[in-house]
């Protein structure tokens, strides 16, 4: 992965250093609270609802053992001994103390880490696919982009004060979105054009939030070389143009569909005319130079592993549900990409102690060439493992709590952190996927339930992408109590889809019984081969409506 | 007498007003003895009588757009663009534009709620004078200029992005 070199060690030992003098200046007074408010949610400083909170940028998802174990410390050092993993690759400490905010910014630096603008009207961490690299299928590995936009907008000069917030996705492969690029303000598809030439297919537009939209293509194919330049293109119309009157009308979706995606595309490729032959486009050396951080590890060549799996699989059910839920197909014969659940019953979904830092830093240097990735649905991938090792990873990571054999199903729950942390929230998001993970916890149900997206988002500001859940849960709030409604039929990959509201909303008690019900028409109406969104698809909401409110 | 800070952090002081947009069937009221900074558009109106004089700028604020002044910058003295809140950041693009795009080349002023940490991204995009709002510290403006030594992406300071100057 990227390492630092002598440029990006000395901008990340100035940001430090100035915003520990910002710091000092807002808790002397000098600074109103008003003023202080943009400087510190770009260096990831919240004020929530009972203690400040410090969102870590983990760049595409990626990290190192070294960094997990400088995780573990600072929260150790600084915090309550946990963390939690956000819903869009970053990670989250929820009790810092503010005037030790310049500190933790400075452990960070040292291992190459940072908060920058992981909030605030900025353009925010770009995130990608977790399996980027390890997978077949992609166009090109997208992380070296991810890494060359990065640098691009860190402290853009012109765009630190834009509308609102805006987040930039990228995905490489053909088959599966696993980075939800059609709901970010641009979501980037990889592509090769009729040529074999690499670039981009550029939706512009899309999000979660109050106005929920999927992102309308407007270039089918941006040149690699063009990519920082089209993006300023984009980036500048829309700091221009876009609504600072209404902070829920600012998002750049609300200007593209004003104007109209056409007249859009039309007024960026206009700018853009101006600016592609500049020096920001990007050349060979620079995007090799990047690359040249991105390449295979030290694999082995070895054979796939598959007389041995099918014994080891024969021999013990648990592993045999695991390999068929948590580990996917590698590149490479011989390996295994495995992804590790931090969705054990009765723990906030992506939440880990600094005990579980640790051990997971330790399964990455014993297992996986040193590094991790984190996931948007709040899950850690160890994305190089040899397939003749998985056997005795799973007997490592069961007694941990990463083992439960859930992915992608009803109960690998993606969650915002709610009303028990958040200070925007409407509603507690946590034990509404506790109480749901505890009605669903017989495994076989849940395989043969297959594949369901299950989001919860505490208020409209959609952290947990309730809309593009299969099952969506919103949290709101009711004359001071806590209800929630329930969408169904969204999707985050390529038929991205939103969500379509079942109804009145309900009590947090009655939602086991809900999601029952609903999972009950499913197993009604499917056909054989037929996932949940399938038939939902299908059928439409109405039997889902009859039954839930029978 | 606005005290005006220089790219370099220095201080000094100067008599350009800014003369407001008068309000609705009032006409401009420049002062005599003052250059005074006038609202674009009036400048254009009345270009005529404003072309050629050392006297007389203009001020954009961060609605308008500077295209409509095309061919008709380098005519200027000072140009300046107004921040209504620190936290609207269309004035940098509008700098950008003036300097890289239409060619702009005299003096560009940061103007209106102008505070210390958004000055280093004012320098990068073109401005060379600041006039900071009153209640802050003027003398921490040329630290507050220089906290970076460099950035990573090109800006009107550099067009070469640091990718291109790692290379070289």
Redesign the interface.
């Known amino acids: 992965m990227y390492v630092y ?1 002598e ?1 990006d060690r ?2 990340a030992a ?2 430090v ?2 915003f520990r ?2 710091t000092e200046r807002a808790l002397a007074g ?2 109103a609270e008003e ?1 202080f408010l ?2 510190r949610l770009q260096n990831g400083l919240y004020v929530q609802r009972l203690a400040p909170m410090l969102r870590i940028a983990v760049p595409y998802g990626m990290l190192r053992a070294g960094q997990l174990r400088r995780l573990a410390r600072i929260t150790r050092d600084y915090d309550k001994g946990y963390a939690h993993f956000t819903t869009r690759q970053n990670v989250q400490l929820n009790w810092p103390a503010i005037e030790d905010v310049p500190d933790i910014l400075a452990e960070l630096a040292e291992v190459e880490m940072h908060a920058n603008q992981t909030s605030g ?1 900025c353009i925010r961490n770009t995130t990608t696919d977790q399996f980027s690299g390890v997978q077949s299928d992609e166009i090109a590995d997208p992380r070296p982009y991810c890494e ?1 936009i990065r ?13 609102r917030k805006f987040k930039v996705a990228v995905n490489a492969s053909e088959k599966t979105d696993r980075a939800a690029i059609q709901v970010h303000d641009i979501g980037l598809q990889m592509v090769r054009n009729d040529a074999g030439e690499l670039g981009f297919r550029v939706h512009v537009g899309g999000g979660l939030g109050r106005t929920p939209m999927v992102g309308p293509v407007i270039r089918d194919f941006l040149p690699e070389a063009d990519l ?1 330049t089209y993006l300023e293109a984009v980036l ?1 119309v829309y ?2 143009y876009g609504r ?1 009157d209404n902070k829920f009308k600012a998002r750049i979706k609300i200007l593209v569909k004003a104007l109209t995606p056409e007249a859009f595309a039309e007024k960026v490729e206009a700018e853009w005319s ?1 600016i592609k032959d ?3 486009r ?2 060979r ?2 995007v090799e ?1 990047i690359q040249g951080y991105f390449t295979e590890p030290d694999y082995q060549s070895v054979d796939n592993a598959t007389e041995l799996l099918a014994k080891q699989r024969f021999e013990n059910r648990g592993f045999d549900q695991w390999l068929s839920h948590n580990v996917d197909t590698h590149k490479k014969p011989g390996y295994a990409i495995v992804t590790l659940t931090m969705k054990e019953t009765g723990t906030p979904p992506g939440d880990v102690t600094d005990r579980q830092l640790e051990q997971i830093a330790d399964l990455a240097d014993e297992f996986s060439f040193g590094e991790v990735r984190v996931t948007h649905q709040q899950n850690v991938v160890l994305a190089d493992v040899r397939q003749d090792r998985l056997l005795e990873l799973w007997q490592a990571i069961v007694p941990m709590g990463f083992g439960t054999a859930n992915l992608n199903t009803l109960t690998d729950v993606i969650c915002c952190p709610g009303g028990d942390f958040c200070a925007l929230a409407n509603a507690k998001s946590i034990p509404v996927a506790e109480a749901i993970q505890r009605r669903f916890d017989d495994l076989d149900y849940l395989y043969d339930l297959g594949n369901i997206d299950l989001n919860i988002s505490g208020c409209m500001n959609a952290c947990g992408h309730h809309h593009v859940g299969n099952i969506g849960v919103l949290g709101v709030d009711k004359k001071g109590e806590e209800f929630y409604q329930i969408s169904l039929g969204g999707s985050s990959h390529h038929d991205a889809t939103i969500g379509k509201i079942l109804g009145p909303s309900f009590a947090r008690e009655d939602m086991p019984d809900v999601v029952a019900k609903i999972i009950d028409v499913y197993v009604d109406k499917r056909t054989e081969e037929e996932t949940f969104l399938d038939t939902y698809r299908r059928v439409g909401i109405d039997p889902f409506k009859e039954r839930v409110y029978a | 007498m606005p005290d005006v800070i220089s790219q370099d952090g220095s201080i000094r002081q100067d008599d350009w007003i800014v003369v407001p947009r008068p309000a609705e069937g009032e006409s401009l009221d420049i002062p005599e003895q003052s250059k005074a900074l006038i609202p674009a558009d009036l400048w254009l109106a009345g270009y005529e009588h404003f072309t050629g004089r050392d006297d007389i700028g203009v001020w954009f604020d961060s609605h308008d757009e500077p295209e409509m002044l095309v061919g008709k910058f380098q005519e200027l003295p000072v140009i300046a663009v107004n921040f209504p809140k620190f936290s609207d950041g269309r004035g940098y693009s509008i700098a950008r534009l003036l300097r890289e795009r239409f060619g702009y080349e005299n003096e560009l002023r940061a103007i209106g709620d102008v505070l210390l940490d958004q000055l280093q991204f004012m320098k990068r995009c073109g401005f060379d004078a600041y006039v900071l709002r009153a209640d802050k510290d003027i003398n921490k403006a040329a630290r507050c200029l220089n906290f970076f030594s460099q950035g990573y992406q090109a800006a009107t300071d550099t067009d070469l992005p640091l990718f291109r100057r790692r290379a070289s």
Do not use: G
Request: hydrophobic fraction near 30%; aromatic fraction near 10%.
């Open positions: 070199d440029h000395q901008i100035e940001r250093a100035q003098d910002q000098e600074l003023e943009p400087l009207n060359i640098q691009w907008s860190t402290f853009h000069p012109e765009f630190a004060f834009l509308p920082l500048r700091n221009r600072r101006h500049s020096p920001s990007l050349t050396d620079a130079r």
